[in-house]
């Protein structure tokens, strides 16, 4: 019975989890930059095409560029000894654009959805961040949020980010 | 004395007896939990909550004993230790899970666990038929007596906190009635009705193929209702419409003008002149949950989408049940009966709220005129056909919009039904039926393409007008006139009427 319990749900993992894997980022460089402005809003779970995932939405841009459309766009969890890039995709938030008003940039699809199946992240506290790749030249801009993923066996949570 | 005791000797002896009377164990057993539940919560929760638990508690209870039996081939002793035994872990399933989960020992998940769950119960039914027959009625004795031991002590907690409930229930109902001032007249309590975003029974028809239109058509002309079917709003805007309609006056529809609507619903002209007529005003109302800056409709009571009713909400899995269904085995299908978002929690609430609410207004001296209206289907679109909760992740998907149309018809069929039930026979009410526009499914709608884009504005519409002659109301009646319609009927008034609205297609 108690081997069960702990094959049991790898197994099920296995079988089930389609959605919300993180990807490979090759060459990524996460290194704190102030290039992105950004912030995760909500972590709730969702049932996407019969699975249940956790959507994390909120909204970034890239400050230095005009055409947003130019960059591939991850989400980071990190800490030590893991990386994790889970891809994004684009939505509407108008109210970015209105609290941004300086920003000549268009910003009406800054907000973003990422999709995380929790069993795939190992358990531990991560640093939430953006990561920016321009889809020609290939180089990387990231920036870290003020919140941060604890993730426990059970349980998976966004925090205020502590003090250094 | 010894007459009722023989009678029970020769009941327990007799064939249907043996099969009857060890049912008493899984009964006091398996109800306990929710007993001590409800207790421990009486002092918040309506006991018309508890026997809806206790009554789906019965059928669980029989069902499993009966299925016992086929299994221990009619030995009741042995199928009632077995039945007590899988409900041992039907009902703390979900408070082991929870347990284990926060304990964060091991990954806890439903779709593992309750497999083991089945699993060890399985066993244990197993296990229990092997055992000889004096040791199943040694058991079957000590799971009975425990049993009535402590139902006997949660009853004994629970009657003086019942007593204490009754008390203030009915004092509190007799200060209310004492602060509203008495009406007059004889006139009919008048409930206006709307259902936000509730299609014209054509367009239901004619793009989602529903035959249940048909049904709810039938079901309300069979009640005495007047049913149109070509009527358009002014406008696809909620305030907008409601304003116009609660003053009887056409505001024009120019963007910008929103402060101008939301003034006039709050101080609504078909409100004030009711209260003029001695009428106590009861407004239930969500449309705040869109438009957060509508001020305060005056009414004598208003009941906003956030109101804590603290009343019975007519449903099984309301606060009480939840919590109940939270620790047993039912806890791994949680997301079919528990609504996540606080905002739609509110909302389901008061849904279920209003629609116990509106046809027991006894407590409220008449005549009653209720404007009661409810998001519903609008978005969240959370129920599907069968009034059973959709998946949280399409609340949003306009897919679901024609399974929460079917509901809301059923949902109106019963407010209607109840509201008749309760009323008075010989000054029956007055009850008119609408939406505000029909469904805005536009062009650039992402889920459904292709529904007619001439029948957004197109409306429920439908009058039970006691002791009116509706074959003189026109199928396409402008819905401004529904007021007027109702105040120079029974109030000898004589408001000009309006022509009927054309369909089109509008920019907005």
Do not use: C
Request: no cysteine; proline share 5%; glycine share 6%.
């Amino acid at each position: 019975m108690i081997l069960y319990l702990f094959i049991a749900p790898v197994i099920k993992d296995r079988v089930t989890i389609v959605i919300g894997k993180p990807v490979e980022v090759e060459g990524a460089q996460v290194v704190d930059s102030d290039r992105i402005r950004s912030a995760v809003n909500r972590l709730s779970e969702a049932r996407v095409d019969g699975q249940w995932v956790y959507r994390v939405q909120g909204w970034s841009f890239i400050t230095d560029d005009m055409d947003q459309t130019n960059y591939d766009i991850f989400l980071v969890f990190s800490n030590d000894k893991n990386f994790y890039f889970f891809e994004t995709t684009p939505k509407k938030r108008s109210d970015i654009e209105e609290a941004y008003p300086e920003v000549e940039i268009d910003l009406t699809n800054s907000g973003f959805d990422a999709f995380i199946a929790k069993e795939t992240i190992a358990n531990g506290r991560y640093e939430i961040g953006m990561l920016y790749r321009n889809k020609t030249s290939g180089e990387f801009a990231y920036s870290r949020m003020d919140r941060t993923l604890v993730k426990t066996i059970n349980d998976i949570q966004m925090e205020e980010a502590g003090p250094e | 004395m010894k007459a009722i005791s023989e009678f029970f000797d020769r009941f327990i002896q007799s064939k249907a007896g043996r099969l009857i009377y060890p049912l008493l164990a899984p009964l006091l057993f398996g109800l306990y939990p929710s007993l001590y539940f409800y207790t421990k919560n009486a002092t918040m929760v309506m006991i018309a909550s508890y026997w809806r638990v206790l009554s789906v508690y019965l059928l669980l209870i029989l069902v499993v004993y009966l299925v016992s039996l086929v299994i221990h081939k009619f030995n009741g002793l042995k199928a009632a230790n077995a039945a007590a035994a899988f409900l041992l872990f039907f009902n703390f399933y979900g408070m082991l899970f929870t347990e284990l989960s926060n304990a964060n020992l091991f990954r806890v998940e439903h779709l593992t666990m309750l497999p083991l769950f089945l699993f060890l119960a399985g066993y244990s039914v197993w296990f229990l038929n092997r055992i000889k027959a004096k040791k199943a009625a040694s058991i079957w004795r000590w799971v009975t007596l425990v049993s009535a031991v402590l139902i006997a002590i949660t009853i004994l907690k629970l009657i003086p906190i019942e007593v204490k409930k009754a008390q203030t229930q009915r004092a509190a109902a007799r200060e209310q009635i004492g602060t509203v001032n008495a009406a007059a007249g004889n006139s009919p309590d008048i409930y206006y009705l709307v259902f936000d975003e509730f299609s014209g029974l054509e367009a239901m028809r004619e793009y989602f193929n529903s035959t249940e239109v048909d049904g709810f058509k039938a079901f309300l002309e069979g009640k005495g209702f007047f049913v149109g079917e070509k009527v358009f709003g002014s406008s696809n805007h909620t305030v907008h419409q409601m304003a116009v309609r609660m003053n009887y006056n056409e505001y024009p529809y120019v963007q910008g003008d929103q402060p101008i609507w939301h003034e006039a619903l709050a101080n609504a002209r078909g409100i004030a002149y009711l209260d003029a007529k001695g009428y106590t005003t009861m407004v239930f109302e969500e449309i705040s949950m869109l438009h957060p800056t509508l001020p305060k409709i005056k009414a004598d009571y208003l009941y906003r989408y956030n109101y804590n009713s603290g009343e019975d909400l007519g449903t099984l899995f309301d606060e009480y049940g939840m919590l109940v269904a939270d620790t047993t085995m039912a806890y791994a299908f949680e997301r079919l009966y528990k609504v996540g978002n606080p905002d739609d929690l509110m909302h389901h609430d008061f849904l279920f709220f209003t629609k116990e609410r509106l046809p027991n207004l006894e407590d409220i001296p008449g005549p009653h005129f209720v404007y009661a209206h409810l998001m519903i289907p609008h978005q969240p679109f959370m129920f599907d056909r069968n009034g059973a909760l959709v998946d949280s992740a399409f609340f949003r998907n306009w897919n679901y919009y024609e399974g929460q149309y079917i509901y809301t018809m059923k949902y109106i069929e019963e407010l209607v039904t109840d509201i008749l039930k309760n009323a008075d026979p010989d000054n029956p009410p007055v009850i008119i039926l609408q939406s505000d526009h029909g469904a805005r499914i536009h062009e650039d709608n992402k889920e459904l393409s292709g529904f007619p884009q001439d029948m957004l504005r197109n409306i429920l519409f439908a009058l039970y007008l006691p002791g009116y002659d509706t074959s003189t109301i026109a199928q396409d009646e402008n819905p401004i006139n529904t007021l007027p319609i109702v105040f120079n009927h029974y109030f000898g008034d004589n408001i000009p009427l309006m022509e009927p609205n054309l369909p089109g297609v509008d920019n907005d």
